[in-house]
């Protein structure tokens, strides 16, 4: 029994010191009590405080130092991206166009029913499947499963998905995309998640599906993203609305970001020289700038 507990306490331990440092509350080089003096504040073994730290190093979060101790690591580094969520389809090919992907796995599959019925398919329509992972600064962010009915699939080859935004080569093929439909929600990352974005099995995850369709309304595009929150946050600015005794909070379209610091975080990733070519590397490659 105390062998299965151990763990548990480790991770206990373990995410309230991961608090504590996404917080601010101990701040990049602050250095954490000693492993004996963990071990009396939570009331565990030296070995069970040693675990946790062990969680925190393995994440970036912190970094050992002989004979000093450990230290908050600065992970400001590794930059997280922001997603404005009131201007969804220019975001996706500039973010497309900025960061790094990873094909991981490309085929052509009939659908699951939920799917199909999103995307507007007759039975037994197939689409075409791909699993890609996002890099940002070299650090994985997120792990996306897309489907596109296999009309457009065949206008698009698996070297240029590899290369191109998806959506890019949506409407290189004729599509006009003019809406899309999201949820956002959170889940835990299964074993294939974990592998692709280095996370341990069960780490929190923010999740995204989004269709997107054309003007006749049928959908072009079910994307299921998971994302790491400590790499990637979504935006939307707000404007109080609506008259005396009915004001509200609504988006504010179109608006400019508050302040320099939070536009400077959106487009940060956007940098690049223009007319980048592609690293030639198999199935991993510089997105266009």
Request: aromatic content about 4%; charged content about 30%.
């Amino acid at each position: 029994m105390k062998s299965a507990v151990e763990p548990l306490k480790a991770r206990r331990i373990y995410l309230l010191l991961r608090d504590r440092i996404v917080a601010g509350e101990l701040p990049p080089g602050a250095r954490l009590p000693g492993e004996p003096a963990l071990a009396a504040e939570h009331a565990v073994s030296r070995v069970t405080v040693r675990r946790a730290l062990d969680l925190l190093e393995k994440e970036g979060l912190v970094q050992r130092k002989p004979g000093s101790g450990t230290f908050v690591h600065d992970t400001r580094t590794v930059r997280p991206i922001v997603a404005d969520l009131s201007n969804v389809l220019s975001h996706l090919i500039d973010m497309g166009r900025s960061t790094d992907v990873r094909l991981l796995s490309f085929g052509y599959v009939v659908p699951s029913e939920a799917i199909a019925a999103s995307l507007g398919l007759q039975p037994g329509e197939r689409v075409q499947r791909s699993v890609r992972v996002r890099l940002i600064d070299g650090e994985p962010f997120s792990y996306l499963t897309t489907h596109v009915p296999e009309w457009i699939g065949l206008t698009y080859s698996e070297a240029e998905l590899a290369a191109r935004p998806l959506l890019e080569l949506i409407e290189r093929s004729g599509v006009e995309t003019d809406r899309a439909t999201q949820a956002i929600n959170a889940t835990l990352a299964g074993p294939d998640a974990a592998a692709a974005l280095d996370l341990e099995i069960g780490s929190p995850l923010l999740t995204l599906t989004r269709i997107v369709y054309e003007p006749s309304g049928r959908g072009v595009e079910h994307l299921h993203a998971q994302y790491r929150p400590d790499r990637y946050s979504f935006h939307m600015d707000l404007v109080r609305t609506g008259n005396d005794g009915e004001r509200r909070w609504s988006p504010a379209l179109g608006r400019p970001r508050s302040s320099d610091k939070t536009k400077t975080d959106k487009i940060k990733t956007d940098k690049g020289k223009s007319g980048e070519k592609p690293t030639r590397t198999p199935r991993v490659t510089k997105q266009r700038s």
